[in-house]
């Protein structure tokens, strides 16, 4: 059996894609896992050094420039007019690629987390017959998706069917797959935790994230706000990833606003495998409202600070937030608050690190949106998809 994978340009997209990898591998181990992704991708370092990935190959993909709330506004901006015209070639082509890659590849089936690359990946499937899923993390399907969803077998959710634009017949509220890494945080295991990672068990530990690719805003509000709350907490410690692409500049920040005492309490990534360990032993968490992160801390039970991006397409994010938000499972802090007040961020972290029974408060809230069978859903899901494809082929060759 071929399953292929496909999925991209955040780590939302495929840390998602590797938890089914190894699920799969864990359910039929002889299964033949392939990994199509975009050509330029940053992180597709990621699944090529992953183990439960048999074979990786690249395509091109293009992206449509949309911002949220800037109306018809952005279709005035030369430069993002140019560059979608470019990237509309750039998924012509990558459609042809992936026609001659899945010709060549013949998987029974493909699983789609969405992404630029599920544009070219989807079409070639549906001109060739093939079957794929759609998986949506989000309340609001992304464009991906959308674009690709008429030709598509079945759609994975992870909320409630009927809040997506899908045929309610080919909807199915999975949740998100997510590590095997990533469960219910207990006392023990999160002093287990904080050995692994070296940070004292008494300590206070704050966990900085935003997504897979950074958050340079998040970046330099954290940064502005860190000396306060170090100076504030004596014990605290602070781990913060920063994304690759601006790990370098963060620690140059953080050496010349910190003091020596100070910088040995902070430490700075780009991307971390093993994020379930920080984040599994933080206090607290600052994060950007991604959906996978958001299913992550969910499982583990954490106390979050979210500021969602108000930018990205369709405005998922605020979405994400705001449905959490309401049912009292996190702090909603927008990024208007922070720019309105440049204190705001430092006082509200503080006040929860200050609140332990806020914290727990906030942590059982959010534990109830957890999915924890997720991961196993979607790979019995796909495997019970080519079985029922397998019969009926056979089936029509018998008549």
């Not at 690629?97 to 599920?118: A, E, M, T, V, W």
């Not at 199915?172 to 692994?196: C, H, M, S, W």
């Not at 969602?308 to 802090?333: C, E, M, T, V």
């Amino acid at each position: 059996m071929t399953i292929l994978l496909t999925g991209g340009g955040s780590g939302g997209h495929i840390t998602p894609l590797l938890a089914i990898a190894a699920e799969l591998k864990r359910l039929r181990p002889k299964t033949h896992i392939i990994y199509i992704g975009q050509r330029g991708d940053n992180l597709v370092d990621i699944p090529t050094e992953d183990a439960h990935i048999d074979d990786v190959f690249l395509v091109r993909a293009g992206k449509l420039r949309r911002y949220y709330g800037e109306g018809f506004r952005q279709l005035l901006d030369i430069s993002t007019f140019l560059k979608n015209l470019r990237d509309f070639g750039y998924v012509l082509i990558g459609i042809r690629q992936s026609r001659s890659l899945l010709k060549k590849l013949q998987p029974d089936i493909i699983f789609i987390k969405g992404g630029f690359i599920g544009v070219p990946v989807g079409l070639a499937a549906a001109s060739l017959n093939i079957p794929y899923i759609t998986h949506d993390s989000d309340a609001m399907p992304g464009l991906a998706n959308r674009i690709i969803s008429r030709w598509a077998s079945l759609h994975a959710v992870a909320l409630p069917g009927k809040i997506y634009n899908y045929p309610a017949k080919k909807t199915v509220t999975t949740g998100i797959p997510l590590r095997a890494d990533f469960v219910p945080i207990t006392d023990k295991l999160k002093k287990n935790y904080r050995q692994e990672i070296q940070i004292p068990d008494s300590a206070k530990m704050l966990f900085v994230i935003g997504g897979g690719l950074g958050a340079q805003r998040i970046n330099s509000w954290v940064a502005e706000a860190m000396p306060h709350i170090l100076h504030e907490f004596s014990d605290l410690y602070i781990v913060h990833v920063a994304g690759r692409a601006n790990k370098a500049g963060m620690k140059k920040l953080y050496n010349n606003i910190l003091t020596p005492g100070e910088e040995g309490r902070v430490r700075i990534f780009g991307y971390l495998p093993d994020v379930y360990l920080y984040s599994g032993a933080a206090d607290v968490i600052v994060t950007r409202a991604g959906a996978t992160n958001l299913a992550e801390f969910a499982l583990q039970g954490k106390a979050c600070v979210v500021i969602p991006s108000p930018f990205l397409s369709g405005g998922h994010q605020i979405k994400n937030a705001r449905y959490l938000f309401d049912n009292k499972a996190i702090q909603l802090l927008d990024e208007s608050d922070i720019s309105a007040d440049t204190n705001r961020l430092a006082k509200q972290v503080s006040a929860l690190l200050n609140n332990k029974s806020q914290q727990k408060e906030l942590a059982n809230n959010l534990a109830k949106f957890a999915k924890p069978d997720a991961t196993q859903e979607i790979a019995e899901l796909l495997l019970a998809h080519v079985q029922e494809e397998s019969a009926g082929s056979n089936k029509t060759k018998t008549i």
